[in-house]
T-cell receptor, first 115, second 110 residues
Framework: KAGVTQTPRYLIKTRGQQVTLSCSPI?????VSWYQQTPGQGLQFLFE???????NKGNFPGRFSGRQFSNSRSEMNVSTLELGDSALYLC??????????????FGEGSWLTVV | ELKVEQNPLFLSMQEGKNYTIYCNYS?????LYWYRQDPGKSLESLFV?????AVKQEGRLMASLDTKARLSTLHITAAVHDLSATYFC??????????FGTGTSLTVIP
């Protein structure tokens, strides 16, 4: 059974550019959530999608957005990149919205460096 | 806002010794998760604790949950080098919005 797949794994962008990250959840999982991990702020929740609807959103500026497609694949976009956006972006998938005792499974992450 | 605190932040222990990592959270929650992260890698699920008094064990790791005290512990028994990693606890309130602790970086010394 394939795990959570994130692409690209590594990327370097310039300040002011935008970036799109992709996540394919485990087959059958309909909930996809995104997290940002940095040494200074740790792991922070960005947003969660279930059946193409955003269920929860973390405390991030509007430059961070996401969407989910009918096949449960998800993308997140960061516009007008800032140096502080350099981070590991993790995608996680789960069967249900409340995890119902099922855990969530994380992908390998996308390492974004903004220069 | 829910806050999750772990201590210690850094832990260096000798092989064969026992130690406990503590996870405190500020708001009532009925579920607590433990994850492991190796350097440059993603998060690996260790335990899901769903009720007060829940205890789960896997190998040299044992996790417990006290919802009344808002406290979870991860106990390491007879540490081995392979357990060196960063351990995170996480709590959810709604949906799959996880609030993660600061992480405990564990180094097991031969």
């Amino acid at each position: 059974k394939a795990g959570v797949t994130q692409t690209p794994r590594y990327l370097i962008k310039t300040r002011g550019q935008q970036v799109t990250l992709s996540c394919s959840p485990i087959s059958g999982h309909r909930s996809v959530s995104w997290y940002q991990q940095t040494p200074g702020q740790g792991l922070q929740f960005l947003f969660e999608y279930f059946s193409e609807t955003q269920r929860n959103k973390g405390n991030f500026p509007g430059r961070f957005s996401g969407r989910q497609f009918s096949n449960s694949r998800s993308e997140m976009n960061v516009s007008t990149l800032e140096l502080g956006d350099s981070a590991l972006y993790l995608c996680a998938s789960s069967l249900a919205t409340r995890a119902s005792g099922n855990t969530i499974y994380f992908g390998e992450g996308s390492w974004l460096t903004v220069v | 806002e829910l806050k999750v605190e772990q201590n210690p932040l850094f832990l260096s222990m000798q092989e064969g010794k026992n130690y406990t990592i503590y996870c405190n959270y500020s708001t009532t929650s009925d579920r607590l998760y433990w994850y492991r992260q190796d350097p440059g890698k993603s998060l690996e699920s260790l335990f899901v604790l769903l009720s007060n008094g829940a205890v789960k064990q896997e190998g040299r790791l044992m996790a417990s949950l006290d919802t009344k005290a808002r406290l979870s512990t991860l106990h390491i028994t007879a540490a081995v080098h392979d357990l060196s990693a960063t351990y995170f606890c996480a709590v959810t309130l709604t949906g799959n919005q996880f609030y993660f602790g600061t992480g405990t970086s564990l180094t097991v010394i031969p």
